[in-house]
């Protein structure tokens, strides 16, 4: 399969060349290619009009090319210091020269006022600062195009605000900056040039005052894309899911889940909005028993449940659509129709004493296929196969199958095609309608606004805020996303 | 169509030619070592088959590989490496040998099964101490069980050789008594070695391919072997899936162990085991964690083990010349490229099986 | 009490145990180095076999014990090497190809002894000789325990020091981390990942080579087939009961060498009749115990097993 | 070890032994080495037309195996070497009246009748420990003595032990006896030299200055010791001054069991028509085991030593003193 597909891009110095698409449009592995971690199947790159052949990212390093990874590249044991001089250490006759190497670390964040202690250790770094060591190491590389992959996904916007600060500083200073986001706000605000790509192809070149946001986004999605779900107001029935001053840990053991409470109703689409690692992730886990609380209860039906195992919540009515499709929603390597009964394979009619029943298993397969729509050859072909838009319905369709009568969906639509988004939407706001309860998690503000009924706000773990989605106001959910009160 | 021709590359083609390339690899070593390699072989081949009673003694040899690849397979099947087949073939050649030789005189269609049932369970309890430590600590399985082969040799000469334990009274040899007639697995054919126990490890194939393929239990095993968190939030207990898996594959091989005990020596002694254990990962390996293709890896690294002692008798090259054939065969399966690029096969089947060639979970140790 | 110290005899007690302590220690550097970036090694008995075998039968024909000792290391570092290819470019897992690895050695070293050597009647090549350091031999305790030994323990002992300075204070330490950590990381940083790997699996065979070395050259002056009889997993336990660390590596040696000493001790001087079963089980107890997380979890490289695919 | 078969002219019948060693292998350079040398010792024989060959095992498993090899090829006799072949044997001797089986190390018919065509070759290993003893209780200077042993599971090698310590306290009642038995390890079975080593030092540390290695490897690892430090050693089985040339520096002498003499006779009676079943015992009185010669020590002993060595020797044959060993 394609991830670009003949791609044309011009990047020019003191500009900020924003890359604007949808996931899964192409834009990382784009840029992978640009820094040599890729090797393009076709067509050429020229770095200062000469034509480069890359095969590492050293050979993009050299060039004066910096990249900071969607996911950042930093190794969590190592101090900053050591993560930063990493392969371009300071050193003499091969010792490590470490006072040297902080003191230099030192002088660039002076230099690019981007402080950060070198002697920490990344594992105690908040994600914004962990950004930091990542910029500071391509600067460090002494790169003068400097690729940022969606920096501010995880960031909150008074971080955002800072980092275009910086990048402007950059470019002030003659480097070149390509910024990918599919936040069309964020392109406006720093970008001198704007590509749009879809679907692996470069779409068109423009610039934020030849275009406004709505035609980037004709540009992105391909078509005007419907800012709202046409849906009948809700009618909220009997509490379903309580939640009370929830206490969450992390990996890290730090706080994620801060005393949260929230409750969601019968027929009611909640939807929770929210930065990235505000503790949407942790808040799912505990919800579905895949975390272990510190404090708190969670009631369904009035019922706790926060001793229940995931097994037991499933059987008691609880679905979900995982945040990472190929993490938690889907074994790759299994086929359409195992993974269509994966949390319900061991009773009848899908097991029978231990023995699995593959008549029953596949005409309930071929019946969801056809129902949610999903593109596919043959039942038994792997999911792996299949394209994530249809892997996600997979997961969509599993969850409605079980009928259950609270739904935990997280991120539903992330990396899918506006066709399948579409698709989803509807298909959640119609089990709504029959009655379903829906917890709704996702970090793509519109989508929040345009499905839920209520909205709640997530930041640093707690909700700051409960507002009525009708009317409730962009700007301010924004804010309040910031921390401000 | 090409999903079956695939099938037949991976799963058929690469295994032969990589058993080829296994002897032809021996072949250089018997040179090298100034023998007429094609002398060897036949000794190796008339030692394994055509001598009398020789094809016997090979399936004798193959029983315990059948059982024991088995095990392997099982556990790779779910993402586990156990490498302590060997020390589950021992504890549960232990526990089984100690009810064999404790009931007295009750007819062999009790006595036989019982002794079965207690080498299974040593063996399952054995590897169960590997799964839950992977289960609830995340100690990567193959430290442990490497580990605890060492305990279980050391657990099983403490109780062979110690006085009132395990130990037979006035024996010169240090070994546990003699197990009940009533226990002794009947043999097949008169005069050979072959017993029915051969019989048991062919039955075990298919139940533990229905086993895997057919029941919840081997999906549930599957599913935790390709993504843990996908069957995490669907519901499954992981950490249980570990254990059972780890308990199932201890229990065939605590199997083999007890089938080797009634079948072959009716009794236990302190001396370490033959080492079948090792050379069921191979064996596994080699079948791609499928179970009927354990039947023909198992035949070949029973008439290789078989027919070495005769080579050697015959042509005075080393029965140690099996193991440089049976690493270069893995060597070649486990590599699929080195075929593909041997022999020119466009499309080489690279892709990922059972343990042989994966992204394996950092041990969390 | 004096005649308790009299039987004890610490001194020799230690000196004892430090000698044994060196192939573990070695073969557990070299495990160190191969998993610190990345790469599982269960291989170390194999090498540690060849190593002893290839180091004697050199010596043996070139009556030269340093020529042996040199070819121990070398044909460590060769069969290392088959198992850097298998588990790094060809990306088969790396247990498998380290089992690979002990198997085969099993084999070469068996066929090979039969036939060119098993037969050799004369007197072979001895043993290395004892060095006394002049002056530092002579301080009391110290000396006899440190100063008067062989050369393959007196590497062993330089060798802690030189891989924990090369571990944690040069660059190639660094990015051998880094390799172990997060390879991917590392290549964006622009490290070579498989040569960063390839470069340290075949540093872990010299280790574990010299390791071998041991046996036959120093201590024997002879080879014998499965002379190494399982240190390498012993070592490997220690490898991780030291927590992949030189120093913790060397610390848990002595351990498990020091109670194998005491157990023989019992019996022969102080005549008490423990089963010795159990004292053989302490190190794999041990490392097991460490395992579970008690005793302070002990923490692999993050990446160690994963083979790492260049896209 | 292998051998070409010698069928001279002369022959009218080449008679076929084949031996089968435990899994302790041909180069222990000790007792399966040295049983195979009396066949070996037989082929050279050209009187006896014989054509030996041997087969190593290499599990437990295979001793019914491999003495079935030389059973399907219609061997006229088949030596076992080692008492834990002593089942396998005493089954294939049931199974096969018409070839001839002989047991090294094994004359246990406890709960089985003898068959009429299986010998056991059982040696007294009590009387050359006890005469190596009286040697070392004699000519230690420090009256501390060592013995680096084997398996505790092998009966020889206990004999061998006790006899050296109580040969030693014949002598010399003011002695002291150092012994250590090797703990079961599998792989390491007879075969830790270094364990042995260190097992030597230790007992130097205690003032011991000679060390009789009773063990195959093992034992030869307590010699290496003692002559790296200069002090006195005892082989054992055969006469390791010839066996393992490494340390004849420090090899006053060895306690032999002519396993090779033993077998040879065995096969010999076998040609000869004179095979008899049952036991066959040496000991001092048939010359089966013994005392190798002193060597590059010969000189080095007083002949006053000698001679109260030769007056103990002298007593066991006629039986005048006993081991004070129950075998
Ligand atoms: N090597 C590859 N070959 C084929 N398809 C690929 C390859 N790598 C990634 N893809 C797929 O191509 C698409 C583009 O991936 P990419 O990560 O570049 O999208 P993206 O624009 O960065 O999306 P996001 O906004 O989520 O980062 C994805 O669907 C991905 O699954
Ligand atoms: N790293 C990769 N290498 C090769 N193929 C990949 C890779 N990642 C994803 N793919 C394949 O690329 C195809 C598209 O991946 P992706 O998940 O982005 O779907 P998509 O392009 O977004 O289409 P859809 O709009 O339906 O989601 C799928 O078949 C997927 O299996
Ligand atoms: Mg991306
Ligand atoms: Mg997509």
Redesign the pocket.
């Known amino acids: 399969?394609r991830?670009n597909d003949g791609v044309d891009l011009d990047v020019s110095w003191r500009q900020v060349h924003a890359l604007l698409g949808e996931?899964?449009?192409?834009k990382s592995?784009l840029m992978n290619i640009v820094y040599g971690l890729l090797r393009p199947d076709s067509g050429e790159i020229l770095f200062d009009g000469k034509p480069v052949d890359l095969h590492s990212p050293l050979d993009a390093i050299r060039l004066g090319i910096g990249m900071v990874h969607q996911h950042f590249m930093l190794i969590p044991p190592l101090t900053v210091a050591e993560n930063i001089v990493l392969g371009h250490e300071v050193a003499n006759r091969g010792v490590m020269d470490l006072t040297e190497s902080s003191h230099k670390v030192e002088q660039l964040s002076e230099r690019f006022g981007l402080q950060v202690d070198p002697r920490e250790r990344i594992a105690e770094l908040s994600v914004g600062l962990q950004q930091r060591v990542e910029i500071l190491k391509a600067l460090y590389r002494g790169a003068r195009l400097l690729i940022l992959d969606e920096p501010t996904a995880v960031l909150t916007p008074q971080e955002i605000e800072g980092l275009f600060t910086i990048v402007r500083a950059l470019v002030a200073e003659g480097k070149a900056v390509i910024f990918i986001t599919h936040k069309l706000a964020e392109v406006s605000e720093v970008a001198d040039v704007i590509t749009v790509m879809r679907?692996?192809r470069v779409v068109g070149t423009t610039t934020p005052k030849e275009s406004k946001s709505a035609d980037l986004a004709r540009m992105m999605v391909g078509r005007t894309v419907l800012l709202r779900v046409e849906k009948s107001p809700a009618k909220p029935g009997a509490q379903v899911l309580k939640v009370d001053n929830l206490v969450v840990l992390d990996d890290r053991r730090h706080v994620a889940v801060d005393n949260l409470s929230l409750d969601v109703r019968v027929g009611e689409i909640f939807g929770v909005a929210g930065v990235e690692g505000n503790g949407q992730n942790e808040l799912i886990d505990a919800l579905m028993g895949l975390r272990s609380i510190r404090a708190g209860k969670v009631q369904v039906d009035g019922r706790e449940i926060s001793n229940l195992s995931t097994h037991a919540r499933l059987k008691g009515g609880l679905g979900l659509i995982p945040p990472d499709?190929?993490r938690m929603g889907v074994v790759?390597e299994l086929s359409v129709a195992d993974n269509l009964v994966l949390d319900d394979f061991d009773h009848p009619p899908f097991a029978r004493w231990l023995v699995r029943q593959f008549n029953a298993i596949r005409d309930y397969a071929v019946k969801l296929i056809k129902t949610f729509d999903i593109?596919l050859q043959s039942p038994d072909q792997p999911v792996?196969?299949?394209?994530?838009?249809?892997?996600?319905k997979l997961v969509v369709a599993r969850q409605l199958g079980t009928l259950p009568k609270l739904l935990i969906a997280g991120q539903p639509t992330r990396?899918?095609?506006?066709?399948?988004i579409e698709f989803i939407h509807r298909q959640i706001v119609s089990e709504r309608d029959r009655g379903l309860a829906v917890l709704l998690v996702s970090s793509e503000l519109d989508e929040v606004l345009s499905l839920s009924d209520r909205i709640g706000v997530l930041y640093r773990g707690r909700i700051v805020a409960v507002l009525d989605a009708e009317g409730a106001d962009r700007d301010r959910i924004g804010l309040l996303m910031a921390g401000a009160s | 169509m090409a999903g079956w021709r695939r099938w037949l590359l991976s799963a058929v083609l690469v295994p032969l030619v990589s058993v080829i390339c296994g002897f032809a690899v021996g072949a250089i070593a018997i040179v090298a070592a100034g023998a007429d390699p094609l002398m060897a072989y036949s000794a190796l081949f008339a030692g394994a088959f055509t001598n009398h009673n020789a094809l016997a003694e090979t399936l004798v040899s193959t029983t315990p590989y059948v059982l024991l690849g088995l095990a392997v397979a099982i556990g790779f099947r779910a993402g586990l490496f156990n490498i302590g087949a060997e020390g589950q073939f021992y504890i549960g050649s232990l526990s089984g040998v100690f009810v064999a030789y404790s009931i007295r005189g009750l007819p062999g269609i009790v006595e036989v099964p019982l002794a079965m049932i207690a080498g299974m369970l040593g063996g399952a309890l054995w590897a169960s101490i590997a799964g839950a430590l992977k289960a609830r600590f995340g100690a990567h399985e193959v430290i442990t069980t490497i580990m605890l082969n060492y305990v279980s040799f050391l657990v099983a000469s403490y109780l062979v050789d110690t006085p009132g334990l395990m130990l037979a009274r006035n024996v010169s040899t240090p070994r546990t008594p003699d197990i009940d007639a009533g226990a002794v697995l009947p043999n097949l054919i008169p005069g050979s070695r072959l017993h029915l126990g051969f019989v048991l490890a062919l039955l075990a194939v298919p139940i533990v391919w229905f086993l895997i393929e057919r029941t919840t239990i081997g999906f549930r095993l599957r599913a935790v072997g390709f993504n843990q968190n996908a069957a995490r939030a669907a519901g499954m207990s992981v950490g249980r899936t570990i254990v059972l898996t780890m308990a199932l594959s201890g229990a065939l091989a605590g199997a083999a162990g007890i089938v080797q005990i009634l079948g072959v020596n009716f009794h236990m002694t302190d001396t370490v085991a033959a080492g079948y254990g090792f050379d069921a990962i191979a064996v596994a390996l080699l079948a791609r964690s499928n179970p009927w293709g354990v039947l023909p890896a198992a035949l070949l690294f029973g008439a290789l083990h078989n027919g070495a002692s005769f080579m050697q008798l015959e042509t005075q090259v080393s029965a140690d010349l099996i193991s440089i054939v049976q690493a270069s065969v893995i060597i070649f399966v486990a590599a699929p490229a080195i075929v593909g690029w041997l022999f020119r096969l466009r499309r080489a089947p690279t892709e990922t099986v059972a343990i042989t060639q994966r992204e394996v979970d950092a041990p969390t140790t | 009490m004096s005649e308790f110290l009299q039987q004890l005899d610490p001194v020799s007690l230690l000196s004892i145990t430090l000698i044994t302590a060196t192939p573990l220690t070695l073969a557990a550097l070299g495990g160190m180095m191969c998993e610190r970036s990345g790469v599982v090694n269960i291989a170390l008995e194999g090498i540690m076999l060849t190593g002893a075998f290839i180091g004697y039968a050199v010596a043996f024909f070139t009556h030269n014990l340093w020529i042996g000792v040199a070819a121990a290391v070398l044909s460590g570092m060769i069969i290392a090497s088959l198992h850097a290819v298998l588990s790094i470019s060809l990306l088969v897992d790396q247990i498998v190809s380290g089992m690979v690895i002990n198997i085969m050695a099993v084999g070469i070293t068996g066929v090979f002894y039969r036939t060119y050597l098993e037969s050799a009647t004369s007197a072979g090549p001895g043993t290395l000789p004892h060095w006394n350091v002049p002056v530092l031999s002579s301080i009391p305790v110290i000396g006899p325990i440190f100063f008067e030994n062989q050369f393959v323990t007196y590497a062993m002992l330089v060798l802690i020091l030189v891989v924990h300075f090369v571990l944690f204070r040069t660059v190639w330490g660094l990015r051998t981390r880094a390799c172990g950590e997060h390879p991917r990381a590392a290549e964006t940083a622009g490290i070579n990942v498989h040569f960063v790997r390839y470069v340290n699996v075949i540093t872990s065979g010299a280790l574990a080579g010299l390791g071998g070395a041991y046996f036959s050259l120093q201590q024997i002056g002879n080879f014998l087939p499965n002379m190494t009889g399982g240190r390498g997993y012993i070592a490997l336990a220690a490898m991780i009961f030291g927590k992949w660390t030189p120093v913790g590596a060397f610390g848990a040696s002595l351990l498990f060498s020091g109670s194998d000493q005491i157990g023989s001790r019992m019996q022969s001087v102080f005549h008490v009749q423990i089963p010795l079963q159990f004292l053989g089980m302490l190190p794999y107890l041990l490392t097991i115990v460490v395992l579970a997380g008690a005793m302070g979890r002990a923490i692999a490289p993050a990446a160690v097993g994963r083979p790492y695919k260049k896209? | 070890g292998g051998t070409t078969p010698t069928s001279s002219s002369s022959c009218s019948k080449t008679w076929k032994v084949g031996l089968v060693t435990d899994v302790g292998k041909l180069s222990d350079k000790s007792f399966n080495f040295d049983s195979y040398k009396g066949v070996q010792d037989a082929q050279a024989d050209s009187s006896l037309c014989v054509q030996g060959k041997a087969i190593e095992s290499s599990t437990e498993d295979d001793y019914p195996k491999n003495i079935g090899q030389f059973v399907d090829q219609k061997y006229d006799m088949i030596v076992t070497v080692g008492f834990k072949l002593g089942d396998a044997t005493i089954k294939a001797a049931k199974a096969n009246p018409s070839i001839k089986f002989v047991m090294v190390d094994f004359g246990d018919f406890t709960d089985n009748p003898v068959p009429s065509n299986l010998v056991g070759l059982l040696f007294k290993e009590d009387q050359p420990g006890f005469l190596a003893g009286a040697l070392a209780g004699l000519m230690t200077k420090t009256n501390v003595i060592g013995a680096v042993a084997g398996l505790k599971t092998v009966p020889p090698v206990v004999h061998y032990v006790q006899g050296y310590a109580n040969g030693a306290k014949y002598v010399n009642p003011a002695v002291k006896v150092l012994t250590i038995y090797q703990p079961e390890s599998g792989a390491k079975d007879f075969n830790d030299p270094d364990w042995g080593k260190q097992q030597a030092t230790t007992f130097f540390g205690q003032n011991a200055d000679i060390i009789f290695g009773v063990g195959g490897n093992t034992g030869n690892g307590g010699l290496l010791a003692a002559k790296e430090k200069g002090k006195l050693c005892i082989g054992v089985d055969v006469d390791q001054y010839v066996s393992y040339p490494d340390v004849d520096s420090c090899l006053i002498t060895s306690a032999e069991k002519h396993l090779d003499k033993a077998v040879k006779t065995a096969i010999t009676s076998m040609v000869q028509g004179s095979f008899k079943s049952g036991i066959l015992n040496f000991d001092m009185s048939n010359d089966g085991v013994g005392l190798a010669p002193f060597h590059d020590f010969d000189s080095k002993i007083s002949s006053d030593v000698k001679a109260k060595v030769a007056d103990v020797q002298a007593k066991l044959k006629a039986g005048t003193i006993t081991t004070g060993v129950s075998s």
């Not at chain 1, 996931?23 to 192409?26: F, H, I, L, Y």
């Not at chain 1, 196969?385 to 892997?391: E, F, R, V």
């Open positions: 399969m991830a996931n899964g449009a192409g592995t679907r692996g499709r190929h790759l593109r792996g196969s299949l394209s994530g838009g249809n892997q996600q990396g899918v095609d506006v066709g399948s | 896209e």
